[in-house]
T-cell receptor, first 111, second 113 residues
Framework: DQQVKQNSPSLSVQEGRISILNCDYT??????FLWYKKYPAEGPTFLIS?????DKNEDGRFTVFLNKSAKHLSLHIVPSQPGDSAVYFC??????????FGKGTRLHILP | GAGVSQSPRYKVAKRGQDVALRCDPI?????LFWYQQALGQGPEFLTY????????KSGLPSDRFFAERPEGSVSTLKIQRTQQEDSAVYLC???????????FGPGTRLTVT
């Protein structure tokens, strides 16, 4: 039973446009959410996070939105750049508990 | 600065062999985590250490899996009598303390033939 779901296995976006990656969760105890980025043959790299007390967190080109009532979060990348091509993992945790990862979405930035 | 390192990067084992995977966390990081990532999946939690204490091993799939961190720095994940279903990338991560914002190593790709 997946607690963190990324329903789009892949996404293609034109360079310069906005990339939107979506994530749904089922566990209402989750209170911290993270996005990780992964290049081939490397480990995941922390990108951005959000606490459940907020609904938005922004860091440069990356913004994460949290909709607690819908148990949904999204990562916006704008403008998208070729180096953004990677697999993006959504992850969530409850206080003092382990992180649960989604299956990932492969983002392709098209020239 | 040095990140999390793991060795070996690749390991091929015959079914039934024992393997040992090593993780060197970032210096000073109290927390250390092991994950298993199967093909096409996200990382799945195996076990967690705070210093030398193994606080959570609920994700270890069987008693063939054993992890240790005897001096609170380097950790070893041991898999005994490997099976084909153990084939995966094993990721190690560390953090200053606690669960969030973990720093991952490059992983060890284990193939059991």
């Amino acid at each position: 039973d997946q607690q963190v779901k990324q329903n789009s296995p892949s996404l293609s976006v034109q360079e310069g446009r906005i990339s939107i990656l979506n994530c749904d969760y089922t566990n209402s105890m989750f209170d911290y959410f993270l996005w990780y980025k992964k290049y081939p043959a490397e480990g995941p790299t922390f990108l951005i996070s959000i606490s459940s007390i907020k609904d938005k967190n922004e860091d440069g080109r990356f913004t994460v939105f949290l909709n607690k009532s819908a148990k949904h979060l999204s990562l916006h990348i704008v403008p998208s750049q070729p180096g953004d091509s990677a697999v993006y993992f959504c992850a969530a945790s409850a206080t003092n508990d382990k992180i649960i990862f989604g299956k990932g979405t492969r983002l392709h930035i098209l020239p | 600065g040095a990140g999390v390192s793991q060795s070996p990067r690749y390991k091929v084992a015959k079914r039934g062999q024992d393997v040992a995977l090593r993780c060197d966390p970032i210096s000073g990081h109290v927390s250390l985590f092991w994950y298993q990532q199967a093909l096409g999946q996200g990382p799945e939690f195996l076990t967690y250490f705070q210093n030398e204490a193994q606080l959570d091993k609920s994700g270890l799939p069987s008693d063939r899996f054993f992890a240790e961190r005897p001096e609170g720095s380097v950790s070893t994940l041991k898999i005994q009598r490997t099976q084909q279903e153990d084939s995966a990338v094993y990721l190690c991560a560390s953090s200053l303390k606690g669960e969030h914002e973990q720093y991952f190593g490059p992983g060890t790709r284990l193939t059991v033939t």
